[in-house]
């Protein structure tokens, strides 16, 4: 069982290139196609321009520019795809915000991956991350500001609480799990989590998983301060390669925010994590 499409986000950051890397690095592994996703910025632009007195005048060499820059990160990831010996790989470039060219197109992928928020781009990268969490239609991939990973996750923790988000969690890793030398099972000791209920699953979970050639180790992890760092804390200690974890939002105004461990996950990750929501 492998991810046979993946996406990956060529963004503006100045982590574009590792996140790039990284991409390269799990296709190979995968034998999956790669397909590269860069955005123009110029239906954000105009609609941050289409404001009463707004003067937008003759915007076409503005638009060349913007095309241009995305073409060269493009190129910039072709060539570095090839370099890593990325057997099928192509590029997209198109005029939409990129959270949504991400999760529409990941309706025809099986992972997505993106950056984790650099705190100096709060805002951009922020809203790119967390709308592709929490929108896209198969699994996704956030890969953390500092380290690196050869893509093969040998070690893998999966955050368990018998959840809809946390079973998709599970099914959407298949293609990582089966490959995983170590795989540990977390199910946090808390008033929040739904412990007993996730405790009662587990030998079910663990007899599904035994199915797809998947032998784990459960654990009922002590917590006595915020889960997130709880599990963070735990994936240190194991020497984790990748976490896996269903991912949580809730309705404001009409859009989804991250719910509370989620967004701490994010924010504060150190490794790579696969969610799913």
């Known amino acids: ?58 915007l076409t060499p503005l638009f060349e520019q913007l095309r241009d820059d995305a073409q060269q990160r493009a190129a910039q990831f072709d060539a570095l795809v090839r370099q890593a010996g990325v057997a099928s790989f192509e590029h997209r470039v198109g005029d939409d915000d990129p959270g949504n060219a991400l999760a529409t ?6 992972l997505v991956i993106v950056s984790q928020r650099d705190p100096a781009h709060h805002q951009a990268e922020a809203s790119v991350t967390d709308y592709v969490v929490l929108n896209a239609p198969c699994a996704v991939m956030v890969r953390p500001c500092s380290g690196s990973s050869a ?20 099914r959407q890793a298949l293609p990582f799990l089966v490959r995983a030398r170590e795989v540990e099972v977390a199910i946090l000791d808390d008033d929040h989590s739904g412990s007993q209920r996730a405790a009662a699953g587990g030998p079910d979970l663990a007899s599904f998983l035994a199915r797809h050639g998947v032998s784990v180790h459960i654990r009922q992890q002590s917590t006595h301060g915020d889960a997130a760092d709880t599990l963070l804390a735990l994936a240190n200690t194991l020497g984790t390669e990748l976490l896996v974890m269903g991912c949580y939002g809730h309705s404001r105004f009409r859009e989804l925010l991250l719910g509370g461990v989620s967004r701490t996950i994010l ?5 790579p994590a ?4």
């Open 1 to 58: 069982m492998d991810c046979k499409t993946i996406l990956v986000h060529i963004d503006q950051s100045d982590r574009m290139l590792d996140c790039i890397e990284f991409a390269a690095r799990v296709a190979n592994v995968q034998q999956a196609h790669l397909v590269g996703i860069t955005q123009t910025g110029i239906a954000a632009f105009i609609r941050q321009m289409s404001v009463p007195g707004a003067e937008l005048g003759d």
């Open 151 to 170: 893509g093969a996750f040998e070690r893998v923790l999966l955050a368990w609480n018998a959840s809809p988000q946390a079973a998709r969690a599970v």
């Open 105 to 110: 197109q990941a309706m025809y992928a099986d």
């Open 267 to 271: 924010r504060r990750m150190n490794l």
């Open 274 to 277: 696969l969610m799913a929501h």
